[in-house]
């Protein structure tokens, strides 16, 4: 699916105000106000990413219930148990807590449910251990809010329950003695996007707040000094929006991931390092955790058990440490394989069953999926597709049997909201939870069908003639705006992430100057042509160099993120490609010349008369350069014309335009040569060389040829 681009146009007033009083470049004031931030104070306070920020967590409803629930359970030396969740997100919440509560002197311990065996959230079995061993108190991360028949049989039997999580909240509450959550709807808390971790995070600077006697700024600073890296992950890794105070909280958790004192982390981050061939050189940045940090830990709650993650991060053995963090690296290898496997299937029942023209939202089901897998497999055919999609098993996961209730995993795309979408068809599912673009349900095989027709009637519901694929464009650059000042002051917008996407920057109608294979051809590099006898290179990772179908010569309208490449110690700017094509003004050109020699062949004299002809002597070397390009008879190249004809001006020390070497290989084509296609709806063009009869051929068999000697008799002497 081709995607449409689309730009916004900011106030020129509203840009030229935030360059004036900001002193910030004019590409980055119109990136600034396409994210409707378009005022200085607006600008100011989201570049403000200091101490004084982060807002107090007493403005959290229950918190300070909470915190004096938990301020008596220290004094009393009570029982207490933080309770989790598997993913990345709950893996970090609960080791921040249970670290916290441990640096206190808190009789505390953890405890991770199996994805496999329980599921996510509070259960029953669970709560029955818990009060076997005489817990006081539960404290739940990342989940909870949801569970009130659980949290009803726990406080039954006598303990205390606090609530951390971050999930969508109905109107029916767990009966804990504190709910915690931000998303509550009377709850006035200013910012609505913290992670779980997050959430954990306001807790504890709350009762450092109130036990060490410190404003929120100070607490904050010193919460975020011992377990900002942590709350960073879990807040990147949950992929939440680095927006409002998450930007403020990832600003100094990838400060303190530099310099880690967390064993574990360390030596995840150390044997990373190893498989990377042994290169210790990193950024850390969002980029690292999403990619590199997140999906390691995430595996183990996957298809392994992530209390080895919890593990991990809060053990003080630095030897039992390296023995977890290559068992993680081992299982994220595994699931990489189980991964690719599910794809391929998910892939095949697309090709075979499903009707894509009449299909808005993929259901796609099996009963041997992976439950931990089908989530991210969910995600990928989302983004190949463009159609929110779910992946349903039907695998117990205890015997390998099949069930008839299946668990499954969602992604959704635009602005499909995927709790709604499965909201309106609750009559049909067992449960249902997550959040606005990822979500889980449990679902009998008898409604299978059933579920496929409702969400595929809410998407087709909501959609409009502008649904599609579309790629939004932060701002255009013109040449002389691309320089390393603007590169440098484009890190005020950092970190990237959620809803803070990295811009992305539209260069209209640029010169292809030299192509080049990377990696054997697995990546291809170009360059584009700036003032100065400069040039731009642009790196399209991921894109054969076989497929690349530009040439050098093409003018094209290219979109991708800019940033700096280190090389040797040498900084050099460098755009990474997200899209390209043809410029308009270059299929343009191409189209009104080829307009022109079909005019010609057809007896039409132009007006105002060509000037720019090949000559007799100019056509033999036009001829061998095209037989030294098609090596051999028969082969099939595509030719870039303006390219062409500088290589041969340069090359035979003649006058090559582009329309001359056109008219050229049209009466080569004549002439029985060669076969060309040169239509505007496929540039660049394509050239096929003829066998050569023996004879020698000549020139007066192409009308094009006698008709152009007629015409300018005087230009072809």
Request: charged share 20%.
């Amino acid at each position: 699916m081709k995607k449409k681009w689309t730009m916004k146009e900011p106030l020129v007033s509203d840009v030229l105000t935030l360059t004036n009083t900001l002193s910030i470049p004019l590409p980055l004031s119109r990136v600034l106000c396409c994210r409707g931030l378009d005022t200085p104070s607006a600008a100011q306070s989201f570049f403000n990413t200091d101490a004084a920020s982060f807002l107090s967590p007493f403005a959290m409803k229950d918190m300070d219930i909470a915190v004096s629930i938990l301020l008596a359970a220290l004094e009393q030396k009570e029982s207490m148990v933080v309770f989790g969740d598997y993913d990345v997100d709950g893996v970090s919440a609960t080791s921040v807590l249970y670290l916290y509560l441990a640096s206190l002197g808190a009789n505390v311990s953890y405890y991770i449910p199996s994805r496999h065996h329980e599921g996510y959230g509070l259960s029953l079995s669970a709560i029955r251990s818990f009060l076997d061993q005489d817990v006081n108190l539960l404290i739940t991360t990342d989940s909870g809010v949801t569970a009130n028949d659980e949290i009803a049989f726990a406080k039954a039997g006598g303990m205390n329950v606090i609530v951390t999580d971050h999930h969508t909240c109905y109107a029916e509450m767990p009966p804990a003695d504190a709910v915690v959550n931000p998303m509550q709807c009377d709850c006035n808390y200013p910012f609505k996007g913290l992670a779980g971790v997050g959430v954990v995070f306001k807790l504890i600077t709350a009762l450092e707040m109130m036990i060490q006697n410190l404003d929120t700024a100070h607490a904050s600073a010193a919460i975020m000094e011992r377990y900002g890296d942590l709350v960073a992950i879990g807040t990147v890794g949950d992929v939440m929006p680095l927006l409002g105070e998450n930007r403020t909280i990832v600003t100094w958790g990838l400060s303190t991931l530099e310099r880690t004192h967390n064993v574990g982390l360390a030596a995840l981050m150390k044997q990373i390092a190893v498989e990377s061939s042994g290169s210790s050189a990193r950024k850390l940045n969002t980029t690292y955790i999403s990619y590199t940090l997140a999906p390691r830990i995430n595996a183990v709650g996957r298809i392994a058990d992530a209390t080895l993650a919890v593990e991990l991060f809060t053990t003080a053995d630095a030897e039992r440490a390296e023995d977890i963090a290559l068992e993680l690296c081992n299982i994220n290898t595994r699931r990489k394989t189980l991964e690719n496997t599910i794809f391929d299937e998910a892939l095949r029942q697309i090709n075979d069953d499903i009707d894509l023209d009449h299909t808005s939202f993929l259901v796609l089901a099996d009963d041997n999926w992976h439950h931990g897998i089908i989530g991210i497999v969910a995600s990928r055919i989302a983004e190949r597709f463009h159609r929110s999609c779910i992946l349903i098993s039907f695998r117990n996961e205890s015997d390998g049997s099949v069930s008839d209730i299946g668990k499954g995993s969602g992604r959704s795309v635009d602005d499909l909201n995927l709790v709604d979408a499965l909201h309106a068809a609750s009559d049909i599912l067992v449960k249902f939870g997550g959040h606005k673009s990822a979500a889980g349900l449990t679902v009998e095989k008898k409604h299978l069908s059933s579920l496929r027709a409702h969400l595929n009637a809410y998407a087709l519901e909501g959609m409009t003639e502008d649904n599609g694929a579309t790629l939004l464009l932060d701002t255009y650059l013109l040449p002389d705006e691309i320089n390393m000042n603007f590169v440098l002051a484009l890190q005020k917008l950092q970190p990237y992430g959620q809803d803070n996407n990295q811009p992305v920057f539209y260069l209209k109608d640029y010169f292809i100057t030299s192509i080049f294979s990377l990696s054997g051809g697995k990546h291809t590099r170009f360059h584009l042509a700036l003032p100065g006898n400069s040039v731009l290179p642009v790196l399209c990772f991921g894109y054969p160099y076989g497929d690349f179908m530009f040439n050098k010569g093409d003018r094209v309208d290219v979109a991708g993120t800019l940033d700096i490449n280190i090389y040797q110690n040498k900084e050099t700017l460098q755009l990474s490609l997200v899209d390209m094509r043809l410029s308009d003004e270059f299929i343009c050109e191409q189209t009104g010349e080829f307009t022109l020699i079909h005019n010609i062949c057809q007896n039409e004299i132009p007006d105002p008369p060509l000037t720019d002809v090949p000559l007799d002597h100019e056509l033999p070397p036009i001829y061998l350069y095209i037989k030294q390009v098609v090596t051999t008879s028969g082969a099939e190249i595509r030719l870039s014309p303006g390219s062409a004809a500088a290589d041969i001006s340069r090359e035979y020390e003649i006058t090559c335009s582009r329309l001359k070497l056109l008219l050229a290989l049209h009466i080569f084509e004549e002439c029985g040569l060669l076969v060309m296609s040169c239509s505007s709806c496929d540039l660049p063009i394509s050239l096929r060389l003829l066998p050569r009869r023996n004879q020698k051929v000549s020139l007066t068999e192409s009308p094009l040829y006698l008709r152009l000697r007629t015409y300018y008799k005087t230009r072809t002497k």
